[in-house]
């Protein structure tokens, strides 16, 4: 099977961009219902999937948690880096194909992560990298977005345009333009527009929006339990977030 190479978007990718990422995207409440997750599921080792700069994984570890964060984006590791907790962070750069012998007792794709693998032999390839990343019993927890809920469609210049003053950055415009709706996939641009000089950086993305039966689905194939599909508490009805048990090699074909 040929290893799926995810190359980041330019959001994460390109180190000016990377570097005010945490300043645009400022509202982490939707990480409020992973760390309560990694409580109550006991885990005391965890694999964050994406991890961007790090701003989960650093509050993970600052917990007591041993924490590995994955991202293919040099630039946003860079930044996760230099964030308080980040020393007891094990950061990789890379795709799921280069994780390290782990054995954790649960990962997570917060965010978007699981939305950018947009084939079938790409999100099959991720979700059997991970099982052999989790300990048998142990856990995997992520999020995607309802498709029913149509979000693209407020995806336009009018309503996501912002002015964000960023302390020795100046000030930077930013909105999000859709590009092309092909379901299951919806392709969008990020623009922003540096004040200072007048720089006009983009960032092309793709989504994939699957169906809660959908990845159940998968994730039974990939020998995972569905044990839970959770709502947002800060998105209600948008977002579905998995709560997988991985199951003990041997077990999976007794699942249908």
Not at 84 to 97: D, F, L, S, T
Not at 127 to 148: D, I, M, Y
């Amino acid at each position: 099977m040929a290893e799926h190479v995810v190359v980041p978007d330019p959001i994460f990718g390109h180190p000016r961009l990377a570097a005010i990422y945490d300043f645009i995207d400022d509202d982490r409440r939707d990480l409020d219902a992973y760390v309560d997750c990694v409580e109550e599921l006991g885990a005391r080792s965890v694999l964050d999937i994406g991890c961007g700069t790090g701003t989960f994984a650093c509050r993970l570890a600052k917990s007591g948690k041993r924490v590995i964060g994955l991202d293919p984006a040099r630039a946003s590791l860079d930044v996760a880096r230099h964030k308080p907790g980040a020393e007891m962070v094990r950061w990789v750069h890379g795709n799921v194909a280069h994780l390290p012998a782990l054995n954790v007792d649960l990962a997570t794709m917060t965010g978007n992560v699981a939305q950018v693998f947009l084939t079938d032999s790409e999100w099959t390839q991720v979700l059997a990298a991970v099982r052999a990343a989790v300990r048998p019993r142990g856990w995997l927890v992520f999020e995607t977005r309802n498709p029913s809920q149509r979000a693209w469609e407020s995806w336009t210049r009018n309503e996501t345009y912002r002015r964000v003053a960023i302390t020795q950055v100046g000030l930077v415009d930013t909105w999000i333009e859709l590009i092309q709706v092909e379901l299951p996939y919806v392709s969008f641009r990020h623009t922003f527009r540096f004040g200072v000089d007048g720089t006009e950086l983009t960032s092309d993305s793709t989504l994939r929006f699957r169906t809660r039966d959908e990845v159940a689905e998968t994730l039974v194939d990939a020998g995972f339990r569905v044990r839970e599909v959770r709502d947002a508490p800060d998105r209600p009805g948008r977002e579905l977030i998995f709560v997988a048990e991985r199951l003990p090699d041997g077990t999976a074909l007794n699942l249908r």
